[in-house]
């Protein structure tokens, strides 16, 4: 893993190429201010370029505040948006929190149902499997969805499609 001095090297010799009244300092590639040598242990940190529980490997500095800011909010919604597609390709044990909203045969919101949603992969196909959660949901939707996901008949309609 490289170090602060060592990325703040790398990425100050390739800025002083292009912008030469930036020689011995960092450009931080999220808001672009630059940083000089003396501010890497009080303004720098290094950054995943990709996150690292989406298997990223690749480092780069960023300012302290860039950083924590990408790491709350841009790289929590790449984990998430990965999840959900692991969950889908039925490749492994991969599930998503989902949140589903029932419907009664007139259309009218019954209320929300809380679900992991998954897929298998059978006999060539990839199924998909969604695992209702009673915690957390309405009462009467559960009870609704339920049905139709058993096969019986819906307490109280059917969901539009």
Not at 86 to 101: F, M, Q, Y
Not at 112 to 137: I, M, N, T, W
Not at 142 to 158: K, M, Q
């Amino acid at each position: 893993m490289p170090t602060l001095s060592t990325l703040f090297d790398t990425f100050s010799d390739n800025l002083a190429l292009y912008k030469k009244n930036c020689t011995g300092h960092f450009m931080c590639p999220l808001c672009l201010r630059t940083f000089p040598r003396d501010r890497i242990r009080t303004d720098l940190s290094k950054a995943h370029i990709i996150p690292k529980r989406l298997g990223g490997r690749l480092w780069t500095l960023a300012c302290k505040k860039c950083n924590s800011k990408v790491g709350t909010e841009i790289e929590s919604c790449e984990a998430e948006r990965a999840k959900f597609s692991w969950a889908l390709s039925g490749d492994g044990n991969e599930t998503t929190r989902v949140r589903v909203t029932a419907r009664n045969q007139q259309g009218d919101v019954v209320g929300p149902v809380q679900a992991d949603l998954g897929a298998r992969r059978a006999d060539g196909d990839r199924r998909l499997q969604l695992y209702l959660k009673p915690k957390g949901s309405n009462p009467k939707a559960l009870a609704l969805l339920n049905s139709l996901v058993s096969g019986g008949p819906p307490a109280s309609g059917t969901p539009r499609t």
